[in-house]
């Protein structure tokens, strides 16, 4: 069965301090892997779409990298404002482009 | 302005009434998507619709209908709702093409069903 999973559940980070998230996901052929922030009370914001195995993407303090297996949200010199809910999502290549979404990590970045 | 609008934001109503959820968008997407999102399960599809005379159903489909009113519209009904329907229910968009569509999503609505 596809699945997504994410770890860790929660993290709480002093600022500045670098941490990585994780996504491990077994889908038959990824089509492509994406991750999302979402604040309380809204919906997923789009931050990233990796293809293929070896792929990296950076944004401000972000960058998320892409193996055959799972994928890392590194977060560097975090931030506040950083603090959300990150969700890491597979589609699975053939599919109708259906997403299947990870539970989440919650982070949380204290001054 | 936001690309996708979903309304109302937020809806109480009680067990066994009908509601319906509203999407637009304004991308210019001709995919449209419904998720809901409980806590501890993250995101599932409910359904979702390629094009105006498309129409699929998603791994939770059951309870739930759907209406694809123009290529920017898009609304989800719960034609008797339940209580363990409470939930955010969010809208996405994607265009067609590509290695893989990324999906944009809507503010989402809070239902509670009482």
């Known amino acids: 069965e596809d699945q997504v999973t994410q770890s860790p559940e929660a993290l709480r980070l002093q600022e500045g301090e670098s941490s990585s998230l994780n996504c491990s996901y077994t889908?038959?052929?990824?089509?492509?892997l994406f991750w999302y922030r979402q604040d309380p009370g809204k919906g997923p914001e789009f931050l990233f779409t990796l293809y293929s195995a070896g792929e990296e993407k950076e944004k401000e303090r972000l960058k998320a990298t892409l193996t055959k297996k799972e994928s890392f949200l590194h977060i560097t010199a975090p931030k506040p404002e950083d603090s959300a809910t990150y969700l890491c999502?597979?589609?699975?290549?053939?599919?109708?482009?259906?997403?299947?979404f990870g539970t989440g990590t919650l982070l949380a970045v204290q001054p | 302005d936001a690309d996708v609008t979903q309304t109302p934001r937020n809806r109480i109503t009680k067990t066994g009434k009908r509601i319906m959820l509203e999407c637009s968008q304004t991308?210019?997407?001709?995919?449209m998507y419904w998720y809901r999102q409980d806590p501890g399960l993250g995101l599932r599809l409910i359904y979702y619709?390629?094009?105006?005379?498309?129409?699929n159903k998603g791994e939770i489909s059951d309870g739930y209908s759907v209406s694809r009113q123009a290529q920017a519209k898009f609304s989800l009904s719960l034609e008797s709702a339940i209580p363990n329907q409470t939930a955010l229910y969010f809208c996405?968009?994607?265009?067609?093409?590509?290695?893989?569509?990324?999906?944009?999503f809507g503010p989402g609505t809070r239902l509670t069903v009482l």
């Open positions: 996405a968009t994607s265009a067609t093409g590509g290695m893989a569509d990324t999906q944009y």
């Open positions: 619709s390629f094009d105006v005379k498309d129409i």
């Open positions: 999502a597979a589609s699975e290549a053939g599919a109708t482009n259906k997403l299947i």
């Open positions: 991308k210019g997407h001709d995919r």
């Open positions: 889908v038959s052929g990824l089509r492509g």
